[in-house]
């Protein structure tokens, strides 16, 4: 993960899905985990950008539930899923 590397964020029951860009990587600490901020592309409100702080790497780990990918990531498994599903 690298400072602008560009994400997605699946979402969840109280936020939409969203691509962002990391703007800061923090390492990680004896109290909080290697981590990433996030600038979304969306704003809330008109001039007011939308950020989420100190995401942990381990947000971006394939598996059920995963909430973050590197959006080239993302891109790649929806079209990998898209062929399977017309190849059917």
Do not use: C, H
């Not at 600038?39 to 007011?48: A, I, K, T």
């Amino acid at each position: 993960m690298n400072v602008g590397d560009r994400i997605y964020y699946t979402g969840d029951r109280a936020n939409g899905s969203s691509t962002g860009t990391i703007i800061n990587y923090r390492q990680p600490s004896e109290y909080v985990p290697e981590s990433v901020d996030v600038q979304y592309d969306e704003e809330r409100f008109e001039g007011d950008t939308k950020f989420s702080k100190m995401i942990p790497i381990s947000g971006f780990t394939p598996g059920p539930g995963r909430r973050f990918w590197l959006l080239d990531e993302w891109e790649s498994e929806k079209k990998k899923k898209l062929q399977q599903m017309l190849n059917q």
